[in-house]
């Protein structure tokens, strides 16, 4: 079990230019979620998918586009890379039934860097 | 609007000393509740949860929480710090409400003393 995994570990972009960050979970889990952490501001939802086929918006999505490829993937795409975009990345998932609800589990983090 | 606070952005202590970070949460229904713990360059990484049930929960590494309604909060405890303790730690509500989101504090930075 791999758990959840992230690609790449480190990006440098330039202003305008584009990328996909990949996220894929190896534990059947039906949520999987984006987040961006800078310092000080703990960690906040760019965006989720509750289940396979559905995304939503989360905190703080502008500049930001997301695919859930199937249940294992999850990918976050910036069109036009910002230098305010700069900061780690993680992706996680969660399992969850009807009324119950289980911790998030988290990939190691992208570290995006856009000059 | 729910929310989480902890109020303590850095803590700094002596390693052995006693431990205790505070955590406030903002939400209407009954709260699901979690600490993680964070060290440099590092994921999360789950220290324990509360659903129900007992108000105070155990978790890896000696670490403890307990859950209070009535002040809606949930601190984690540990009695002796150990210097690889070193580390960020987040507390986190999960919405029930249907949504399935998660809403974290700000974190708390904690610092070991030799």
């Known amino acids: 079990n791999a758990g959840v995994t992230q690609t790449p570990k480190f990006q440098v972009l330039k202003t305008g230019q584009s990328m996909t960050l990949q996220c894929a979970q190896d534990?059947?889990?039906?949520?999987m979620y984006w987040y961006r952490q800078d310092p000080g501001m703990g960690l906040r939802l760019i965006y989720y998918?509750?289940?396979?086929?559905?995304?939503d918006k989360g905190e703080v999505p502008n500049g930001y586009n997301v695919s859930r490829l199937n249940k294992r993937e999850f990918s976050l795409r910036l069109e036009s890379a910002a230098p305010s975009q700069t900061s780690v990345y993680f992706c996680?998932?969660?399992?969850?039934?009807?009324?119950?609800?289980?911790?998030?589990?988290f990939g190691p983090g992208t570290r995006l860097t856009v000059l | 609007a729910q929310s989480v606070t902890q109020p303590d952005i850095h803590i700094t202590v002596s390693e052995g000393a006693s431990l205790e970070l505070r955590c406030n949460y903002s939400?209407?229904?009954?709260?699901?509740l979690f600490w993680y713990v964070q060290s440099p360059g590092q994921g999360l990484q789950l220290l324990l949860k509360?659903?129900?049930?007992?108000?105070l929960v155990q978790g890896i590494k000696g670490f403890e929480a307990e859950f209070k309604r009535s002040q809606s909060s949930f601190n984690l405890r540990k009695p002796s710090v150990h210097w690889s303790d070193a580390a960020e730690y987040f507390c986190?509500?999960?919405?029930?409400?249907?949504?399935?989101?998660?809403?974290f504090g700000t974190g708390t930075r904690l610092k070991v003393l030799a």
């Open positions: 534990m059947n889990h039906n949520s």
């Open positions: 998918s509750a289940s396979e086929g559905t995304t």
């Open positions: 996680a998932s969660s399992y969850w039934t009807s009324g119950t609800y289980n911790e998030q589990f």
């Open positions: 986190a509500v999960v919405l029930t409400s249907g949504t399935y989101k998660y809403i």
């Open positions: 939400y209407g229904a009954t709260p699901y």
């Open positions: 509360y659903f129900s049930g007992d108000t």
